[in-house]
């Protein structure tokens, strides 16, 4: 007579959560802190200090959520198969954060952000230029960039980038005579040709 073997108990709720692969949410709060830290850091000066210290809490978040059901899955013994079919979710995450970091670290949201609207600013900026020195110029968007402060300078022109920085303020200058003459309260840091990056201290 064959001996008849029960089934395992079903596992609690709680420890299946725990070894079970990383799902669409937390995928989607890491993609979504990297795509506001690639945005932030496309813009001068790092962007909004508000915006990316939003995204650094969810990332540190999901990391220690991602971490610790690892950990979990990692010392069960009925948890490492299970890292082990579903190896492709358990990557995901990982993945995107050495994505986003290789990314800033070589300063790539930056470059193309300003390579695509170069072209645009520079129409932009020998509009400006042209202007009377005490004209009005209202706050719009170049390129991939919204600009406020725009006036000429010195035979060129500047404007700041909208939501950038925390205390200082920061935006480019074209200037094609040459570096902008310093002020108190501003520096100027040459990018290219005749692009330099403006800081508006506070």
């Known amino acids: 007579m064959s001996e008849i073997t029960s089934a395992p108990p079903p596992l609690p709720v709680l420890t299946r959560v725990l070894i079970g ?15 506001i830290i690639l945005s932030n850091y496309s813009l001068p000066g790092g962007g909004d200090f508000i915006r990316l210290l939003l995204a650094l809490s969810i990332a540190l978040g999901t990391t220690i959520v991602w971490t610790a059901r690892f950990g979990v899955g990692l010392l069960r013994s009925d948890g490492r198969p299970r890292l082990r079919e579903r190896w492709l979710r358990w990557v995901t995450a990982p993945i995107m954060g050495v994505a986003v970091i290789g990314l800033t ?8 952000r300003f390579a695509l609207s170069e072209s645009s600013l520079e129409d932009f900026a020998r509009t400006v230029a042209a202007q009377p020195e005490d004209a009005e110029i209202g706050d719009t968007w170049v390129g991939l960039y919204p600009l406020t402060e725009i006036e000429p300078n010195e035979g060129g022109a500047r404007f700041l980038v909208s939501g950038t920085g925390f205390l200082d303020h920061y935006g480019f200058a074209w200037s094609p005579k040459g570096p902008p003459p ?9 990018m290219d040709g005749p692009w330099y990056l403006w800081v508006s201290r506070f």
């Open 21 to 35: 692969p990383p799902g669409w949410v937390l995928h989607s709060l890491v993609a979504l802190a990297g795509l």
């Open 105 to 112: 670290y070589f300063d790539v949201p930056s470059t193309a």
């Open 182 to 190: 310093e002020e108190s309260h501003t520096r100027y840091t040459h």
